[in-house]
């Protein structure tokens, strides 16, 4: 891949990515502009990633070497990318090697935007990333807003992190057409039912699994909510997060989006019940007794319930944690509350379900034969499990 580098100060962070990018096994070429070189150095480069940094267009190396550049990467991405190098981009100048490369590539290209923030918001800076979106397709990606450069201030104008142009490179790579611009809802992890404004009745649900199937569903390419409860681990990067707490609260942002979606996965431990009566007070030992009754009443069902509302056409996947009669049980809930496929988990052994980066699944399908898969981790189910609906978006096109 190339990486081209231009004349900001977030130039000292592109050796972070240059070295994460190499690490993950990439031959990453990196290319830096006049102005790159003026913050930081091409040894620091070739320091990390083991390759001459290019400079040079009129090198002796060949004069042809744009042409190769472009030609061998699979993706190119431009971080970080200054107010001028966009302009030019834009405008198709190729007066040094990385706006030349630009011309000769057909991959993928990410520009990764920083710069003070009123440069950012200047009316040319803004069409001249329009036309790089919308005309050329390049994916923007950034700015982040935070704390500018020295005595500039905060804004909209700060390099992605690292690590974050890094799953932008990787979702670029792995963009897969079943789901590319696909829009996909997720529930996951558990919900809260207070009983008092300080206490609740929950589960252990820690939302990893309905993260990790959000994470790869984003890194394929599609346009991904999840609508989480309260989870015990980070929320991935490139989805959007939609935070609720109960499961009247997800039923009503599932509701106000499963009309608009090719793919839904109900990944989420919801409550069934909640108490019927929480109190507005926080309640006090003394008061309630030694035998404290709470009376409960039944949550929606939200996957059933949101049926009607899905678009025709849009596949539906759910998850089931059962403790006998595994595949009976799933394929009764693939009619009850309309889903194309049932990840069945067996809720008595020690590797699958809550709490663990394991499961032991069963996929049964509302067409064909119950798959039983072996134990994996939650990243390699949730491909797996991807894997099986792109068929099946496919179809749904
Ligand atoms: O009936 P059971 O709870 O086993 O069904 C599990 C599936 O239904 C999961 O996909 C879960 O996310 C979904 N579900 C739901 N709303 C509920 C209960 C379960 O969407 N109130």
Redesign the pocket.
């Known amino acids: 891949m190339v990486l081209g580098v231009t004349g900001g100060i977030a130039a000292y962070k592109s050796v972070q990515v240059a070295r994460d990018l190499t690490r993950l096994g990439a031959e990453v070429d990196v290319v830096m502009t006049a102005g790159a070189g003026r913050f930081v150095r091409p040894l620091s480069f070739e320091g990390v990633t083991g390759r001459p940094a290019l400079t040079d267009l009129f090198s002796a190396d060949g004069a042809a070497q744009h042409i190769r550049l472009g030609y061998d990467a699979d993706v190119v991405c431009v971080a970080p990318t200054t107010a001028d190098f966009i302009a030019r981009a834009a405008q198709g100048r190729a007066n040094d090697l990385l706006s030349t490369t630009l011309l000769a590539t057909r991959a993928p290209v990410l520009i990764s935007p920083a710069m003070n923030d009123r440069m950012f918001a200047h009316p040319q800076t803004q069409r001249n990333l329009k036309h790089l979106h919308e005309a050329l397709g390049y994916a923007i990606v950034g700015p982040a807003s935070g704390p500018l450069a020295f005595g500039e201030g905060e804004g909209p104008g700060r390099m992605l992190e690292p690590g974050y142009i890094v799953q932008e490179i990787g979702r670029a790579l792995g963009a897969d057409p079943a789901f590319t611009g696909r829009k996909v809802l997720i529930?996951a992890g558990p919900t809260r039912e207070p009983l008092d404004p300080v206490r609740y009745l929950g589960n252990r649900s820690s939302g990893r699994m309905g993260f990790a199937l959000a994470e790869a569903a984003w890194l394929r390419g599609a346009d991904v909510c999840v609508v989480a409860g309260p989870v015990a681990v980070p929320a991935p990067y490139g989805p959007e997060i939609v935070s609720v707490e109960t499961?009247l609260e997800?039923?009503a942002a599932?509701g106000e989006r499963v009309g608009e979606t090719d793919l839904n996965?109900?990944?989420?431990?919801?409550?069934?019940f909640r108490p019927t009566d929480p109190s507005e007070d926080k309640l006090k030992r003394a008061e309630v007794g030694p035998e404290f009754q709470i009376g409960l009443t039944a949550?929606?069902?939200?996957?059933?319930?949101?049926k009607s509302l899905r678009r025709g056409g849009a596949v539906t996947?759910?998850?089931?944690?059962?403790t006998s009669d595994l595949v009976e049980?799933a394929q009764r809930?693939l009619d009850?509350?309309g889903?194309d496929l049932?990840v069945a988990n067996d809720a008595t052994d020690p590797l699958a379900g809550f709490d663990v980066d394991t499961n032991v699944a069963t996929l049964v399908w509302r067409e064909g034969e119950p798959e039983a898969l072996p134990t994996m981790t939650k990243h390699e189910l949730a491909e797996r499990i991807l894997q099986g609906v792109a068929a099946l978006l496919g179809e749904g096109e």
Do not use: S
């Open positions: 529930t499961a997800m039923h599932v996965i109900f990944a989420a431990a919801v409550a069934d949550n929606p069902d939200i996957a059933a319930e949101t996947v759910g998850f089931a944690l059962e049980n809930k009850d509350k889903f049932i």
